[in-house]
């Protein structure tokens, strides 16, 4: 078998197993598929996680098992794995110059200077990531197609063939954007193939970075190259196999050795050195201005208070998500949270959780509410920014009732939009669908006069803070459907000592609280 | 050597396609180092479990115990009655047997007055730069080395510490002035009531070896007196605010988490009405009073009644404090001296 054939079957299924673990990630086919697969092999997204919280969290050690074969042969994810790498090759070859005369394409896979960009932007993201802001997530491969997949791409082919990805249709907030970002940076292959993975992609940096120790590399033999450039026809990395090879561009894809008429390279086990250049080409004043942008980002990221004294009423966070600096540190916006989540209520921030969580998960109560016996979204979450926390836990029923459950929030009545309470009109739909036992929302009755003379008798409903938990299903369900009656906003929250409502000595404990009020 | 794999395809190759020795043992030793490097690290960083984020256990420093040993000979409260500021609090703590009594040479001495607000020394919201003069004063003629004035007000510390007047003081004398700043505070274990444990303004603590309490004697709206008890809350940081939910409990465990050297509550000028901020001069009545004492709960206990001129039933915190054994609302029970200068 030719190897570009095995590179091509091995590309279609990795692509196709992408997209099966995006498309099963679904309550209805959900059964324990290692739909975080691609973002646990992602030796960025362990290595930057480690970086920020000096831990690498459960799945995440699966990256060993792609770092070794980087180590020994170099980017052979870039071009045999990576489901978005083999997207721009795939739109390269159909849109771009895949199909154009040679003379264009070898020109096209030509080095260039500007695609030491990835390794500026690279650096970047690990002094943000050394001060604790992880945005590797922004523009890392896996984290970038996935989010695309869930905001933008799935919703709207669900749009054309209904009740395919979903049930009912889906929404995301903001999905537009990185639908548009997707088209771009898909688009620009047309202008220099693979742009994202040669220019931008992170990852391609990171394991860039890693091969110059590779041992397996490919060698041009001189006395047999007769300088036709042939091999440059289809390299997708610009590596230069046809002069001095860039092993940290080189993406493996060995189409340089079967378009060498002379046979004159092939990959070899520790070839020479010298007629390489080994290391990526990053002038050291470029990395400088790579680590004073990231330096930048964290800085005015954090002094805009977003995640402080300014925090969001609106940043809600999912269940067992940890507290917001450390889920700063954590969370790197693949957004598989909001995939999995089966009642949409999950949505990718914009600029509520600030400059440094964009893309991050929130809840949108007006969209859904958070199931209280679900905790598909801490299940998803390779990097532990929402922790893989039990139902028990969650509600904080046997052994955690003494800690109580986990509050997402607070829900406060708007009087001035409730029924009962300024519309002479019967209603407490909140209260009947709040879940918790004993229940959060109660309701007194008064029988009033109303503006006909006649008595009306109305339950008019109540918040318990020590019950709360948050949920959303009181607003999701009222029926001031614009802007409900009753709305959660972050306070309470479980998470945060800081943001806690009730005083209760930091140990939460509804509990006690009941016991006290004798109810 | 040559130890190119497959070299009887490499005979027609110039020299330098191969490699020696040497290189190869770097070469493949960088590989072996970063993929055993990679494992141990991976191996050494994993966390396998998950944790349930805001439910961890916590721990806090303790704070050391500050009294001195007790000489049931000497009274241990004083009240004295005066008309000028830094003589009275000199009478007081005479009375009590003079500073020599609790500072020793070379202590480094906290004082905490109470500089919540923005107010200025007349509005009699914050202790009284007078007050904060005198005692300084003569804690250092007792030897001490160093003094550190420090609290956490709710108000903008800088503005606190400045139109109150006890930045001048501080000036005047060499105090070492701390503003609460970021990384001013830890974790304390509480074990209160319900307070368990609070973040508490510690970088104070870290040198002092005494510890006074120096508070104006005000009306407070919710907990109805703000005296030396109420004055450590100015030592605890975060979302104080939900004391107030608790507020009777709280200020009960502050006899339990300071066990100061001494407190002095000034009852020269009373805010009356309108604490604990006050505003007005009308809000402020002249009493020409200084207490001095080591148990917190009985000085407060006189303030109370004789100062704020109030029932002392209503007073909740100084009855659970007492309740709890952590002092005597009984002052009279105390060996105490009055004296009048």
């Known amino acids: 078998m030719k190897l570009r054939t095995a590179r091509r079957i091995s590309q279609v299924f990795f692509f196709s197993l992408f997209l099966f673990f995006v498309i099963i990630s679904d309550l209805r086919y959900y059964k324990g598929y290692p739909i975080s697969l691609f973002l646990e092999l992602d030796p960025l997204v362990a290595t930057a996680t480690a970086i920020t919280t000096h831990t690498i969290y459960k799945g995440l050690l699966w990256s060993l098992l792609l770092l070794v074969p980087s180590i020994l042969f170099g980017r052979i994810f870039c071009n045999w794995i990576c489901p978005y790498g083999i997207l721009h090759h795939f739109i390269g070859w159909l849109m771009g110059k895949g199909r154009a005369e040679d003379k264009v394409r070898i020109e096209s896979n030509r080095y260039r200077s500007i695609y030491q960009t990835k390794y500026i932007i690279l650096i970047g993201m690990i002094v943000a990531a050394l001060f604790g802001s992880l945005q590797i997530g922004l523009l890392d491969p896996i984290c970038l197609f996935h989010r695309s997949m869930t905001t933008a791409i799935l919703p709207t082919l669900n749009l054309i063939f209904p009740s395919t990805f979903y049930v009912r249709q889906n929404y995301y907030v903001g999905g537009w954007v990185v639908g548009f970002f997707l088209f771009l940076l898909v688009g620009m292959n047309v202008v220099i193939p693979r742009f994202f993975c040669r220019v931008l992609c992170p990852l391609g940096a990171f394991l860039g970075s890693i091969a110059p120790v590779a041992l397996w590399r490919i060698e041009r033999n001189p006395t047999k190259c007769v300088d036709c450039d042939l091999c440059l026809k289809n390299c997708e990395g610009a590596s230069d196999p046809h002069t001095q090879l860039r092993k940290s561009e080189c993406f493996v894809c060995f189409n340089c050795i079967e378009d060498c008429p002379e046979d004159a390279i092939s990959f070899k086990f520790m070839p020479p050195l010298q007629h390489e250049v080994t290391a990526p080409a990053v002038p050291a004043r470029r990395a400088l201005l790579g680590g004073m942008l990231g330096f930048a980002f964290f800085g005015f990221g954090r002094t805009s208070g977003a995640q402080d004294r300014d925090y969001n009423k609106k940043v809600i966070r999912p269940p067992g998500s940890v507290e917001e600096k450390d889920f700063l540190e954590r969370c790197i916006?693949?957004?598989?949270?909001?995939?999995?989540?089966?009642?949409?209520?999950?949505?990718?921030?914009?600029?509520?959780?600030?400059?440094?969580?964009?893309?991050?998960?929130?809840?949108?109560?007006?969209?859904?509410?958070?199931?209280?016996?679900?905790?598909?979204?801490?299940?998803?979450?390779?990097?532990?920014?929402?922790?893989?926390?039990?139902?028990?836990?969650?509600?904080?029923?046997?052994?955690?009732?003494?800690?109580?459950?986990?509050?997402?929030?607070?829900?406060?009545?708007?009087?001035?939009?409730?029924?009962?309470?300024?519309?002479?009109?019967?209603?407490?739909?909140?209260?009947?669908?709040?879940?918790?036992?004993?229940?959060?929302?109660f309701s007194r009755e008064v029988t009033i006069t109303k503006r006909d003379g006649t008595d009306i008798t109305l339950r008019r409903p109540y918040v318990d803070p020590a019950l709360c938990i948050g949920c959303g299903i009181c607003e999701h369900e009222c029926p001031v459907t614009d802007e409900a009656a009753i709305r959660v906003t972050a306070i309470g929250e479980t998470r945060s000592r800081d943001r806690r409502l009730l005083m209760d000595g930091g140990v939460t404990s509804s509990v006690r609280e009941l016991e006290q009020r004798k109810r | 050597m040559n130890t190119t794999p497959g070299s009887n395809e490499d005979e027609n190759q110039p020299q330098e396609s191969r490699i020696g020795r040497r290189e190869f043992l770097i070469r493949a030793g960088a590989a072996g180092a970063l993929i055993t490097g990679s494992l141990v690290a991976g191996r050494k960083l994993w966390q396998p479990n998950h944790y349930l984020p805001g439910f961890e256990d916590q721990k806090g420093l303790q704070l050391p115990d500050f009294r001195?040993?007790?000489?049931?000979?000497?009274?241990?409260?004083?009240?004295?009655?005066?008309?000028?500021?830094?003589?009275?609090?000199?009478?007081?703590?005479?009375?009590?047997?003079?500073?020599?009594?609790?500072?020793?040479?070379?202590?480094?001495?906290?004082?905490?007055?109470?500089?919540?607000?923005?107010?200025?020394?007349?509005?009699?919201?914050?202790?009284?730069?007078?007050?904060?003069?005198?005692?300084?004063?003569?804690?250092?003629?007792?030897?001490?080395?160093?003094?550190?004035?420090?609290?956490?007000?709710?108000?903008?510390?800088?503005?606190?510490?400045?139109?109150?007047?006890?930045?001048?003081?501080?000036?005047?004398?060499?105090?070492?002035?701390?503003?609460?700043?970021?990384?001013?505070?830890?974790?304390?274990?509480?074990?209160?009531?319900?307070?368990?444990?609070?973040?508490?303004?510690?970088?104070?603590?870290?040198?002092?070896?005494?510890?006074?309490?120096?508070?104006?004697?005000?009306?407070?709206?919710?907990?109805?007196?703000?005296?030396?008890?109420?004055?450590?809350?100015?030592?605890?940081g975060g979302r104080r605010n939900q004391f107030h939910q608790h507020i009777h409990s709280i200020v009960s465990d502050f006899p339990m988490m300071m066990k100061p050297t001494l407190v002095i509550l000034d009852g020269m000028n009373v805010l009356m009405k309108n604490g604990p901020t006050g505003g007005r001069l009308s809000d402020v009545k002249p009493m020409g009073t200084v207490v001095a004492g080591t148990d917190m709960v009985a000085v407060d206990s006189y303030g109370y009644s004789h100062l704020l001129e109030r029932d002392i039933a209503e007073l909740t915190y100084i009855h659970k404090a007492h309740d709890r054994g952590l002092g005597n609302k009984n002052w009279k029970e105390a060996n105490y001296k009055e004296v009048q200068v």
Not at chain 1, 341 to 367: D, K, M, S
Not at chain 1, 389 to 395: A, D, G, L, P, R
Not at chain 2, 119 to 141: E, G, N
Request: hydrophobic share 40%.
């Open chain 2, 68 to 236: 001195f040993g007790a000489d049931k000979l000497l009274p241990s409260m004083a009240i004295a009655h005066g008309p000028d500021h830094e003589k009275t609090v000199s009478a007081a703590i005479g009375a009590l047997g003079g500073m020599s009594r609790f500072i020793k040479k070379d202590d480094v001495v906290m004082i905490k007055p109470n500089v919540a607000f923005d107010r200025p020394p007349a509005l009699a919201a914050t202790t009284h730069p007078d007050a904060l003069r005198a005692v300084a004063k003569l804690v250092f003629a007792a030897g001490a080395s160093k003094i550190i004035i420090s609290d956490n007000p709710i108000n903008s510390p800088t503005g606190c510490f400045l139109k109150s007047g006890l930045r001048q003081v501080a000036d005047e004398l060499g105090l070492d002035l701390l503003y609460p700043e970021t990384n001013s505070f830890a974790p304390l274990q509480m074990d209160g009531e319900i307070l368990k444990h609070w973040t508490f303004f510690h970088e104070p603590f870290k040198k002092a070896t005494k510890v006074i309490g120096l508070a104006p004697c005000k009306d407070h709206n919710l907990c109805h007196a703000s005296m030396t008890t109420k004055n450590w809350y100015g030592l605890l």
């Open chain 1, 333 to 441: 916006k693949c957004d598989q949270c909001i995939r999995v989540c089966p009642t949409n209520v999950l949505q990718p921030a914009f600029l509520q959780a600030g400059l440094e969580g964009i893309w991050t998960p929130i809840l949108n109560n007006r969209i859904g509410y958070c199931e209280l016996n679900c905790t598909l979204c801490g299940d998803a979450c390779p990097t532990g920014a929402i922790q893989r926390i039990s139902i028990e836990e969650k509600t904080g029923v046997g052994k955690f009732a003494e800690q109580g459950p986990v509050r997402l929030g607070t829900a406060f009545y708007d009087h001035g939009r409730c029924l009962p309470w300024s519309m002479e009109t019967p209603c407490v739909v909140c209260e009947e669908v709040c879940p918790v036992s004993p229940k959060a929302i």
